[in-house]
């Protein structure tokens, strides 16, 4: 290529670019037929780079251990499926199916915002946008993008993310995102932040787990998300905020499980009142 | 436009989807920041072939970031900076020039603008600047790149002496 040429060229690409960007800032969604086709492109690449680690696993937790140990035997069987689900405590888990998954890639470090990983099962193996995903510990976040074979999660910590929670035993209603709120002390990277709805209802070593939305999706409801570590000091503002430690490191994510939530199909039988 | 396919952007467009895929995979497995893999496949490219060139490698290899999975949050950032960054890094190019300085210096240059453009996109949004990662990603490319951009040029201009460019 000659150098006006090139010029040329560079300009129609940057220019093209810039409408793209502008195209994907305004209407998110609008290409999602890139991301999806480069997903199944790529996606093969980065599952065949995810090698076995053998230093990294003495790392991980125990809980992560018996995941994957889990995952060891067999990839997809229902039998893992139940061991994936007797690791978790949570009860409303146990009602759904788990797909255990690997996580193969992550977004970049130089974006200092974003939380996503990529885990090595995608819609050939039942992946639905918006379902929930679970490690050992609790909540990991939520699938916003399928491919043929991997899917990408938002994971909790992402500044997109934002989780309806309950607090205590009392279950008091509140919400947790990695926006601090204005004006309240700085949070260390990875904590999160809770706003509750209501003035004065949270303590230090509450536990914080998710409230749950319709149909499951995309969040199921009573998975721990994270611990109260500190309450933040009242400077007049409308509720209560705190910071929240959450359970699940996502630096050193391993196995996951995606929770193929299944509605109920049993109609409730009423209860008649008794009165004594 | 001669638009035959050499040997050297085969081997250029490779380079990028696998710098690519390992910041992906490999890098966050072994640590918070890394060196930019990308910068280093971009560098020695706008160094033999001077801005346009590195700034038309760079938005190509930007846009191979973006759709990595897991996607960026906005497509085209990367693409943006780092045809920035290939058009700065070029900035260095000397013909015949075969200074050990030069190399250094433009991957300080690449490093730096890519770090700049991520902290005014954070300082924008609100979110806090992670300084002290953003140093150490400066500090690790460059260093990457005192062994890995001199190698790459002197494979690439093997390349461009044998008429495979």
């Given at each position: 290529m000659?150098?006006?040429?090139?010029?040329?060229t560079?300009?129609?690409?940057i220019?093209?670019?810039?409408?793209l960007l502008?195209?994907?800032l305004?209407?998110p969604?609008?290409?999602?037929?890139l991301?999806?086709?480069a997903?199944?492109a790529f996606?093969?690449?980065?599952?065949?780079?995810?090698v076995?680690?053998d230093d990294?696993?003495?790392?991980?937790?125990?809980?992560?251990?018996?995941?994957?140990?889990?995952r060891?035997?067999?990839a997809v069987?229902v039998?893992q499926?139940?061991?994936v689900?007797?690791?978790?405590?949570s009860?409303?888990?146990k009602?759904?199916k788990?797909?255990?998954?690997?996580?193969?890639a992550?977004?970049?470090a130089?974006s200092?915002?974003?939380r996503?990983v990529?885990?090595?099962v995608?819609?050939?193996d039942?992946v639905?946008k918006?379902l929930?995903?679970?490690a050992?510990?609790?909540?990991?976040g939520?699938?916003?993008?399928v491919?043929?074979?991997t899917s990408d999660?938002?994971?909790v910590g992402?500044?997109d993310l934002?989780?309806?929670v309950r607090?205590?035993?009392a279950?008091?209603?509140?919400?947790?995102?990695?926006?601090s709120?204005v004006g309240?002390?700085?949070r260390r990277?990875g904590?999160l932040s809770?706003?509750?709805?209501q003035q004065?209802?949270v303590?230090?070593?509450?536990?914080?787990?998710?409230?749950?939305s319709?149909g499951g999706?995309?969040?199921?409801p009573?998975?721990p998300?994270?611990?109260?570590?500190s309450?933040?000091?009242?400077?007049?503002?409308l509720?209560?905020?705190a910071v929240?430690e959450?359970?699940?490191?996502?630096?050193?994510?391993?196995?996951?499980?995606?929770?193929?939530f299944?509605g109920?199909?049993v109609?409730?039988a009423?209860?008649?009142?008794?009165?004594k | 436009m001669r638009?035959?396919?050499s040997?050297?952007?085969l081997l250029?467009?490779?380079?990028?989807v696998?710098?690519?895929?390992?910041s992906?995979v490999v890098?966050?497995?072994l640590?918070?920041v890394g060196?930019?893999?990308?910068?280093?496949?971009?560098v020695?490219?706008?160094?033999?072939g001077?801005?346009?060139k590195g700034?038309?490698?760079g938005l190509g290899?930007?846009?191979?970031?973006?759709?990595?999975p897991?996607?960026a949050?906005?497509?085209?950032v990367?693409?943006?900076?780092y045809a920035?960054a290939?058009?700065?890094?070029g900035?260095?190019?000397?013909d015949?020039?075969r200074?050990?300085?030069?190399?250094t210096l433009?991957?300080?240059a690449?490093?730096?603008?890519v770090?700049?453009?991520g902290?005014?996109?954070?300082?924008t949004?609100?979110?806090p600047?992670?300084?002290?990662?953003?140093?150490?990603?400066?500090?690790?490319?460059t260093?990457?790149?005192?062994?890995?951009?001199p190698?790459?040029i002197r494979?690439?201009r093997?390349?461009?002496?044998?008429?495979?460019?």
């Amino acid at each position: 290529m000659t150098p006006p040429r090139r010029h040329r060229t560079l300009t129609i690409l940057i220019v093209v670019t810039v409408f793209l960007l502008g195209l994907d800032l305004s209407r998110p969604g609008s290409t999602s037929f890139l991301r999806t086709g480069a997903a199944a492109a790529f996606g093969p690449l980065e599952r065949a780079l995810t090698v076995g680690r053998d230093d990294d696993v003495a790392r991980l937790t125990r809980e992560r251990d018996e995941l994957v140990r889990a995952r060891r035997q067999d990839a997809v069987t229902v039998q893992q499926a139940r061991e994936v689900t007797a690791v978790l405590a949570s009860p409303a888990a146990k009602s759904a199916k788990l797909l255990a998954a690997r996580v193969v890639a992550f977004s970049p470090a130089s974006s200092s915002g974003d939380r996503r990983v990529t885990i090595d099962v995608g819609s050939r193996d039942g992946v639905t946008k918006d379902l929930t995903v679970i490690a050992g510990a609790g909540l990991v976040g939520r699938v916003i993008r399928v491919a043929a074979w991997t899917s990408d999660v938002l994971v909790v910590g992402d500044r997109d993310l934002t989780i309806g929670v309950r607090v205590g035993k009392a279950g008091r209603i509140g919400s947790v995102s990695a926006t601090s709120p204005v004006g309240a002390a700085p949070r260390r990277p990875g904590q999160l932040s809770l706003t509750m709805l209501q003035q004065g209802t949270v303590a230090v070593g509450d536990m914080v787990t998710t409230l749950g939305s319709v149909g499951g999706r995309p969040f199921m409801p009573d998975i721990p998300v994270g611990t109260v570590v500190s309450v933040d000091s009242d400077r007049g503002q409308l509720t209560s905020t705190a910071v929240v430690e959450p359970v699940v490191h996502t630096a050193t994510l391993d196995v996951v499980a995606v929770a193929l939530f299944t509605g109920r199909t049993v109609p409730r039988a009423p209860a008649t009142g008794s009165v004594k | 436009m001669r638009a035959r396919v050499s040997l050297l952007s085969l081997l250029r467009a490779g380079l990028v989807v696998l710098a690519a895929a390992l910041s992906a995979v490999v890098l966050p497995r072994l640590g918070a920041v890394g060196p930019d893999l990308i910068l280093l496949v971009v560098v020695p490219a706008a160094l033999l072939g001077g801005p346009a060139k590195g700034a038309l490698l760079g938005l190509g290899a930007g846009w191979t970031v973006d759709l990595m999975p897991p996607a960026a949050t906005a497509l085209g950032v990367a693409a943006l900076t780092y045809a920035a960054a290939g058009a700065v890094s070029g900035l260095w190019h000397r013909d015949g020039g075969r200074s050990a300085f030069l190399p250094t210096l433009a991957t300080l240059a690449a490093a730096s603008t890519v770090a700049a453009i991520g902290i005014l996109r954070d300082a924008t949004r609100g979110w806090p600047v992670p300084w002290v990662a953003t140093g150490w990603s400066i500090v690790l490319t460059t260093g990457v790149g005192l062994a890995v951009v001199p190698l790459l040029i002197r494979a690439e201009r093997g390349l461009i002496r044998r008429r495979l460019a």
